[in-house]
């Protein structure tokens, strides 16, 4: 199986702080890798697939960038409803794997 | 409006059984492969099994290999997981998702507790 390592584990930041997530992968993934967030008592959200692409619906400051084994997730200009958990997913091949989460939360 | 309804969870015994379910709504659900994904409490996502738009093919993960097995029924518009011999780390919120892993899940059920416990 692939591994996927996040890092931090979490983070505090303020509002309208930039805030940079990252997400390595055990092997080329090429460019197959989705971002989600969930916030507490809720269902994941798909933000990012493909590693670059705006799911339909999700505000322009998320954005991801990366290929191979090494992903970003940005988020240009943090807002209140965006402190949750974040987590990247391999779907380059099956088990389509998840890193452990990144835990954002207000400084 | 896509909806996603799951179904089926509860308290169980150590080898015992469950069959959970998925109403799906809102889009043409035969046309999306189908998903289930877990959470163990306080704990990160898991995908468990992946069934294709015609049920012919199925995943599951390691884990899970001859105890579930996902399926769909595209005239009720929807999923089941039978899940046998469960174990105590089974115990989880089970989502239903929609989408191939490629597109990214794109929606989420609102999750069924599976409590796997003597």
């Known amino acids: 199986d692939i591994q996927m390592t996040q890092s931090p584990s979490s983070l505090s930041a303020s509002l309208g702080d930039r805030v940079t997530i990252t997400c390595r992968a055990s092997q080329s993934i090429t460019s197959y890798l989705n971002w989600y967030h969930q916030k507490p008592g809720k269902a994941p959200e798909l933000l990012i697939y493909?590693?670059?692409n705006l799911q339909s619906g999700v505000p322009s400051r998320f954005s991801g960038s990366g290929s191979g084994t090494d992903f970003t997730l940005t988020i240009s200009s943090l807002q209140p409803e965006d402190f949750a958990t974040y987590y990247c997913?391999?779907?380059?091949?099956?088990?389509?794997?998840f890193g452990g989460g990144t835990k954002v939360e207000i400084k | 409006e896509v909806q996603l309804v799951e179904s089926g969870g509860g308290l169980v015994q150590p080898g015992g059984s469950l069959r959970l379910s998925c109403a799906a709504s809102?889009?043409?659900?035969?046309?999306?492969?189908m998903n289930w994904v877990r959470q163990a409490p306080g704990k990160g996502l898991e995908s468990v099994s992946a069934v294709t738009e015609s049920g012919g093919d199925t995943f599951h993960s390691d884990s899970v290999k001859g105890r579930f097995t996902i399926s769909r029924d595209n005239s009720k518009n929807t999923l089941y997981l039978q899940m046998n011999n469960l174990r105590a780390d089974d115990t989880a919120l089970y989502y239903c998702?929609?989408?191939?892993?490629?597109?990214?899940?794109?929606?989420w059920g609102q999750g069924t507790l599976v409590t796997v416990s003597s």
């Open positions: 998702t929609k989408g191939h892993r490629r597109d990214g899940y794109s929606h």
């Open positions: 809102g889009f043409t659900f035969s046309s999306y492969t």
């Open positions: 493909a590693a670059s």
């Open positions: 997913q391999q779907s380059y091949s099956n088990p389509p794997t």
